[in-house]
RNA sequence: GGCCUUGUGGUCAAGCGGUUAAGACGGCGCCCUCUCACGGCGCAAUCCCGGGUUCGAUUCCCGGCAAGGUCACCA
């Protein structure tokens, strides 16, 4: 069979010689250890959190070994493709500080471009030709139905399914036949003529994983699509070959099929760069575990944690956590130290899934949260109220001066008590909102009306905002001692019969007065935040409502 | 179902022939305390099961079991 004339009908054109390619895409000039890692969505816009975790893995290593990080967008399939989903991915991973090097939409060096697989068509077809050429590919004019015949036929007969061996009716046609169809102006894929033995296992070493066995494969697989598209198979090699990927690290879903990917570099020729499979995050369903869908978990979805207002550096320390099991002690040891710092290891990559644990995060984010500046605090409640707030919390901010004496007292910023009771942007703005606008009663008092207005009168007429933290706390506990409470802790935890309640009882009703809540930082800190004119009209107002 | 991978407290996990089997989150209790938060102290809770190998297995081998992944002209 004359080959090259069968190559030439099959995939039509002009083609440069390959070499053209090797040498518009030569190997990159980088330091020997440096890895070259990719990220290689498609683009549906749809960017999660499996997404970052691969993502945060691929930047540190690439970055760490001064290396590069690319971005390429997989978009031979035409049907999930959708409109901005580059830059919502572009944006969604810079908002966690992973940035690229070079890449689509990314600017950088573009000795490698395009970045979009469609816009290197005439590369994988240069190169599906050359392995037409060499009888490494062959042209397959089975429909889907007859595709679709065959996986029965074989799932009754216990066979492996696939288009392989004597499965495989478009491998042996004859001259022949193959013109007839194309003359018939049949469709037609380019498959891959493999060589391979399915009885054979090799094993082949995983970075994360480490040795796998493997089944040498032996599945035709479609290379070209019918429309002269590459599958993601093929794309995947020609281009982590030409844009010299050293190192791929993706999800494990990929490691069934690497097998392929493997035959594929060796039929074309290519070196063989590393893996590294990594597992998924999972989720607890009921009594078993799954991945994170995402369907039913809004959490899997990196613009929850933006919306939510969760900061970003929280959302990374967790991932790393995952990622690397030395990390966490790493970063409790030097907290102050940036991240980039920490000498992560593919080798330290866990092997099996890890569960998504919110608990976990929101403590991160606690921690992460309590150790900003004032000036950080501000610019990130800022930035998530103007984007996600409401227009009163908005409002905070015109007074600034305010707001940081407000956010001292409640998270501890600036000083050195710190608090850490809010795991979001979105918990602190509506967590201080006592502080502004109308008073809002959300927790009810636990003593009766009466006593409620006999408590905040004496506490009124005995309230001076100059007194000190002390003074006013002796205040509120003759306050107590005259309507019958134990101004002594001590003293009603010895007695409690003889008491109406304690100190603590009195204290709870004033900060229900002032603030709406029974849980607040220290009261006397609120009211002179707040000023006397505010603290005594809230006080006002409650008596006898 | 075939193939691959994984199996240490509820979760993330160190340990990889002899350990009181780290640590963190969560839970519970105590202390501090006008409430909350912080902080401090403490408690409960783990080596999937069964066979080997060995003086000795969480660690090694085999077999089960369970969980996850994958079997497209999708990536």
Same mark, same amino acid.
């Given at each position: 069979?004359?080959?090259?004339?069968?190559?030439?009908?099959?995939?039509?054109?002009?083609?440069?010689?390959?070499?053209? /390619?090797?040498?518009?895409?030569?190997?990159?000039?980088?330091?020997?250890?440096?890895?070259?890692?990719?990220?290689?969505?498609?683009?549906?816009?749809?960017?999660?959190?499996?997404?970052?975790?691969?993502?945060?893995?691929?930047?540190?290593?690439?970055?760490?070994?001064?290396?590069?990080?690319?971005?390429?967008?997989?978009?031979?399939?035409?049907?999930?493709?959708?409109?901005?989903?580059?830059?919502?991915?572009?944006?969604?991973?810079? /908002?966690?500080?992973?940035?690229?090097?070079?890449?689509?939409?990314?600017?950088?060096?573009?000795?490698?471009?395009?970045?979009?697989?469609?816009?290197?068509?005439?590369?994988?077809?240069?190169?599906?030709?050359?392995?037409?050429?060499?009888?490494?590919?062959?042209? &397959?004019?089975?429909?889907?139905?007859?595709?679709?015949?065959?996986?029965?036929?074989?799932?009754?007969?216990?066979?492996?399914?696939?288009?392989?061996?004597?499965?495989?009716?478009?491998?042996?046609?004859?001259?022949?036949?193959? /013109?007839?169809?194309?003359?018939?102006?049949?469709?037609?894929?380019?498959?891959?003529?493999?060589?391979?033995?399915?009885?054979?296992?090799?094993?082949?070493?995983?970075?994360?994983?480490?040795?796998?066995?493997?089944?040498?494969?032996?599945?035709?697989?479609?290379?070209?699509?019918?429309?002269?598209?590459?599958?993601?198979?093929?794309?995947?090699?020609?281009?982590?070959?030409?844009?010299?990927?050293?190192?791929?690290?993706?999800?494990?879903?990929?490691?069934?099929?690497?097998?392929?990917?493997?035959?594929?570099?060796?039929?074309?020729?290519?070196?063989?760069?590393?893996?590294?499979?990594?597992?998924?995050?999972?989720?607890?369903?009921?009594?078993?575990?799954?991945?994170?869908?995402?369907?039913?978990?809004?959490?899997?979805?990196?613009?929850?944690?933006?919306?939510?207002?969760?900061?970003?550096?929280?959302?990374?320390?967790?991932?790393?956590?995952?990622?690397?099991?030395?990390?966490?002690?790493?970063?409790?040891?030097?907290?102050?130290?940036?991240?980039?710092?920490?000498?992560?290891?593919?080798?330290?990559?866990?092997?099996?899934?890890?569960?998504?644990?919110?608990?976990?995060?929101?403590?991160?984010?606690?921690?992460?949260?309590?150790?900003?500046?004032?000036?950080?605090?501000?610019?990130?409640?800022?930035?998530?109220?103007?984007?996600?707030?409401?227009?009163?919390?908005?409002? /905070?901010?015109?007074?600034?001066?305010?707001?940081?004496?407000?956010?001292?007292?409640?998270?501890?910023?600036?000083?050195?008590?710190?608090?850490?009771?809010?795991?979001?942007?979105?918990?602190?703005?509506?967590?201080?909102?006592?502080?502004?606008?109308?008073?809002?009663?959300?927790?009810?008092?636990?003593?009766?009306?009466?006593?409620?207005?006999?408590?905040?009168?004496?506490?009124?007429?005995?309230?001076?905002?100059?007194?000190?933290?002390?003074?006013?706390?002796?205040?509120?506990?003759?306050?107590?001692?005259?309507?019958?409470?134990?101004?002594?802790?001590?003293?009603?935890?010895?007695?409690?019969?003889?008491?109406?309640?304690?100190?603590?009882?009195?204290?709870?009703?004033?900060?229900?007065?002032?603030?709406?809540?029974?849980?607040?930082?220290?009261?006397?800190?609120?009211?002179?935040?707040?000023?006397?004119?505010?603290?005594?009209?809230?006080?006002?107002? &409650?008596?006898?409502?």
């Amino acid at each position: 069979m004359d080959l090259e004339k069968l190559a030439s009908r099959l995939i039509p054109g002009e083609f440069p010689p390959l070499e053209t /390619y090797e040498k518009r895409y030569p190997p990159r000039d980088l330091p020997a250890n440096a890895e070259v890692t990719r990220l290689a969505p498609s683009p549906t816009g749809f960017i999660h959190l499996g997404n970052l975790f691969v993502a945060i893995a691929n930047e540190r290593i690439a970055h760490q070994s001064g290396g590069v990080l690319f971005l390429r967008i997989e978009d031979t399939d035409l049907k999930r493709k959708v409109d901005g989903a580059v830059e919502a991915v572009i944006s969604a991973l810079e /908002y966690f500080d992973i940035s690229f090097d070079e890449g689509a939409e990314i600017g950088g060096d573009e000795t490698y471009a395009p970045w979009y697989q469609r816009q290197r068509a005439e590369i994988y077809r240069a190169y599906a030709r050359a392995l037409i050429k060499k009888g490494r590919a062959y042209p &397959c004019f089975c429909t889907e139905e007859e595709l679709a015949a065959l996986r029965e036929e074989q799932t009754a007969n216990k066979a492996i399914t696939g288009y392989y061996g004597k499965y495989a009716k478009c491998r042996s046609l004859s001259e022949e036949e193959i /013109y007839a169809a194309l003359d018939a102006g049949k469709p037609y894929v380019i498959r891959l003529r493999s060589m391979g033995d399915a009885s054979h296992k090799f094993t082949f070493h995983d970075e994360i994983k480490g040795d796998v066995t493997v089944t040498e494969n032996d599945q035709d697989v479609v290379i070209l699509k019918s429309d002269g598209i590459p599958t993601y198979h093929f794309a995947h090699a020609v281009d982590d070959h030409l844009m010299r990927t050293t190192l791929v690290i993706r999800g494990e879903e990929w490691l069934a099929s690497l097998p392929i990917h493997l035959e594929l570099f060796d039929v074309l020729g290519f070196r063989r760069p590393k893996y590294g499979h990594n597992c998924s995050l999972m989720k607890m369903d009921g009594a078993s575990k799954r991945k994170l869908s995402k369907r039913k978990d809004p959490e899997l979805s990196l613009s929850y944690y933006r919306q939510e207002g969760y900061h970003p550096h929280a959302v990374k320390v967790y991932m790393l956590t995952l990622l690397n099991s030395d990390f966490e002690e790493w970063h409790r040891k030097f907290p102050e130290k940036p991240l980039e710092e920490f000498p992560f290891h593919i080798r330290k990559m866990s092997k099996s899934g890890a569960l998504f644990d919110l608990d976990k995060l929101n403590d991160i984010s606690k921690t992460e949260l309590s150790a900003l500046t004032a000036e950080e605090m501000l610019a990130f409640l800022r930035a998530w109220a103007f984007a996600y707030g409401s227009e009163p919390q908005r409002a /905070y901010f015109a007074d600034e001066a305010y707001l940081l004496k407000v956010l001292s007292l409640c998270m501890g910023i600036g000083g050195k008590k710190r608090r850490k009771d809010f795991v979001t942007a979105k918990q602190a703005l509506s967590m201080i909102g006592y502080f502004f606008g109308e008073r809002v009663q959300e927790d009810a008092y636990r003593v009766d009306n009466a006593t409620r207005d006999a408590v905040l009168q004496a506490f009124l007429q005995t309230y001076d905002a100059s007194d000190d933290a002390q003074v006013w706390f002796s205040k509120v506990k003759e306050v107590a001692a005259s309507l019958g409470f134990a101004a002594e802790m001590r003293d009603y935890k010895a007695d409690p019969a003889a008491y109406k309640g304690s100190v603590s009882d009195v204290a709870e009703v004033l900060r229900i007065a002032v603030t709406g809540r029974a849980n607040t930082p220290d009261l006397w800190s609120i009211m002179q935040i707040m000023g006397e004119e505010k603290a005594r009209a809230r006080i006002q107002s &409650c008596i006898g409502a």
